[in-house]
């Protein structure tokens, strides 16, 4: 099953491997998905199933996301997503997707929003150097010239400049599956991904 899942970031840890070496991990909550929706090549020109994730109470959804699961007998739920697919006849409406469609040693692309770090300068954003601390410097981490004086006489599109780092759509490829708990819904992958704990993560196999 290529489809992907909808999650949540629990936090970091680490564990021992089988040599006793220390590996740092990622424990990420997936899901239980619902299909809300298959969409067919004849009907919507591409093939693609929409998950759903997240019960919450109806009265936080708009009139036309209620209708929309409500025609498919469906709980409101706070995220949608749709994942591209070959194979839509598959799958059906209202089927419950778990952790059990991934394995130990199962390769994959978590997409999410990363930390925002608020408004940085150039140090921090793009790893410039700075200035000299001693003699009278009056430039430490100032950003220094930032155009030519003549010809075109004006600061080119897509100067380095401070600005807001962070809070941009990650996306983490091919992260190892070390454990998966399919009674909680809970699996474990080796190393780090993006965001926060809590952060709503989007978790589907690597190609």
Same mark, same amino acid.
């Given at each position: 099953?290529?489809?992907?899942?909808?999650?949540?970031?629990?936090?970091?840890?680490?564990?021992?491997?089988?040599? #006793?070496? !220390?590996?740092? %991990?990622?424990?990420?909550?997936? &899901?239980?998905? +619902?299909?809300?929706?298959? *969409?067919?090549?004849? $009907?919507?020109?591409?093939?693609?199933?929409?998950?759903?994730?997240?019960?919450?109470?109806?009265?936080?959804?708009?009139?036309?996301?209620?209708?929309?699961?409500?025609?498919?007998?469906?709980?409101?739920?706070?995220?949608l997503?749709?994942?591209?697919?070959?194979?839509?006849?598959?799958?059906?409406? #209202?089927? !419950?997707?778990? %952790?059990?469609?991934?394995?130990? &040693?199962?390769? +994959?692309?978590?997409?999410? *929003?990363?930390?925002? $770090?608020?408004?940085?300068?150039?140090?921090?954003?793009?790893?410039?150097?700075?200035?000299?601390?001693?003699?009278?410097?009056?430039?430490?981490?100032?950003?220094?010239?930032?155009?030519?004086?003549?010809?075109?006489?004006?600061v080119?599109?897509?100067?380095?400049?401070?600005?807001?780092?962070?809070?941009?759509?990650?996306?983490i490829k091919?992260?190892?599956?070390?454990?998966?708990?399919?009674?909680?819904?809970?699996?474990?992958?080796?190393?780090?991904?993006?965001?926060?704990?809590?952060?709503?993560?989007?978790?589907?196999?690597?190609?």
């Amino acid at each position: 099953m290529s489809i992907g899942l909808l999650g949540n970031k629990i936090g970091m840890t680490q564990i021992f491997n089988e040599s #006793g070496n !220390i590996v740092p %991990v990622t424990v990420l909550k997936i &899901g239980p998905c +619902i299909i809300t929706q298959i *969409k067919t090549d004849l $009907k919507d020109n591409y093939n693609a199933i929409q998950v759903g994730y997240g019960n919450l109470p109806s009265k936080f959804l708009t009139q036309p996301e209620l209708g929309h699961l409500q025609k498919s007998n469906i709980q409101p739920l706070k995220y949608l997503k749709e994942f591209r697919v070959e194979n839509p006849e598959e799958f059906q409406v #209202g089927q !419950i997707l778990t %952790v059990n469609s991934f394995t130990v &040693g199962q390769l +994959i692309d978590v997409t999410g *929003k990363s930390s925002g $770090k608020g408004f940085s300068g150039l140090q921090k954003r793009y790893n410039f150097s700075r200035g000299p601390m001693t003699h009278g410097s009056k430039n430490h981490r100032a950003p220094g010239s930032i155009g030519m004086g003549t010809t075109p006489g004006r600061v080119l599109p897509g100067k380095k400049m401070a600005g807001q780092l962070g809070n941009k759509v990650t996306n983490i490829k091919k992260l190892k599956i070390i454990q998966v708990n399919e009674t909680e819904n809970i699996i474990v992958v080796k190393g780090s991904v993006p965001g926060k704990p809590g952060n709503l993560l989007n978790i589907m196999p690597s190609k």
